[in-house]
């Protein structure tokens, strides 16, 4: 899956030398996706990068149940709680209450290990492709010109 940063800004890091370099609020996002697993019971996290102004992520929904409705949460439940906790954790510690995230979010379903390896390269090798990528706002500004 995808999500990004509102207004697709570069509020997360710098691509340096085809390497992701965090700003505080991308340090924050990627603390807070770590956590996940300890707050959603059923969730399983594999590859996952944050880029300048979106990440990338493989969830696994293992299908575990727990809490008081005991079903497993949904990936809506995952993403929509990862986004009201990155962005509390931002405020609480950066003093910024800007909106930090874009509306909903891209998803890919895995079906096979075929794929899952393609995704799975796809995420690892994002910074090398940054320059052409089409979330990159300076090559949206290089192809109008």
């Given at each position: 899956?995808?999500?990004?940063?509102?207004?697709r800004r570069c509020?997360?890091?710098e691509i340096i030398d085809e390497t992701v370099h965090l700003h505080p609020t991308g340090h924050i996002?990627?603390?807070?996706w770590r956590n996940l697993p300890n707050h959603f019971t059923g969730v399983a996290l594999d590859e996952f990068i944050v880029m300048p102004n979106h990440i990338h992520?493989?969830?696994v929904?293992?299908?575990?149940r727990a809490g008081a409705m005991n079903r497993a949460p949904t990936l809506g439940e995952v993403i929509r709680g990862f986004k009201a906790r990155?962005?509390?954790?931002?405020?609480?510690?950066?003093g910024d209450n800007a909106v930090l995230w874009?509306?909903?979010?891209f998803e890919h379903v895995v079906r096979n290990d075929a794929d899952l390896s393609r995704v799975r390269e796809y995420i690892a090798d994002n910074p090398r492709r940054w320059a052409?990528?089409?979330e990159n706002p300076q090559r949206v500004q290089q192809a109008t010109r």
């Amino acid at each position: 899956m995808t999500i990004c940063s509102h207004a697709r800004r570069c509020v997360f890091g710098e691509i340096i030398d085809e390497t992701v370099h965090l700003h505080p609020t991308g340090h924050i996002v990627q603390a807070v996706w770590r956590n996940l697993p300890n707050h959603f019971t059923g969730v399983a996290l594999d590859e996952f990068i944050v880029m300048p102004n979106h990440i990338h992520a493989i969830v696994v929904l293992t299908g575990e149940r727990a809490g008081a409705m005991n079903r497993a949460p949904t990936l809506g439940e995952v993403i929509r709680g990862f986004k009201a906790r990155s962005s509390v954790e931002r405020r609480k510690s950066l003093g910024d209450n800007a909106v930090l995230w874009q509306r909903n979010y891209f998803e890919h379903v895995v079906r096979n290990d075929a794929d899952l390896s393609r995704v799975r390269e796809y995420i690892a090798d994002n910074p090398r492709r940054w320059a052409e990528d089409e979330e990159n706002p300076q090559r949206v500004q290089q192809a109008t010109r």
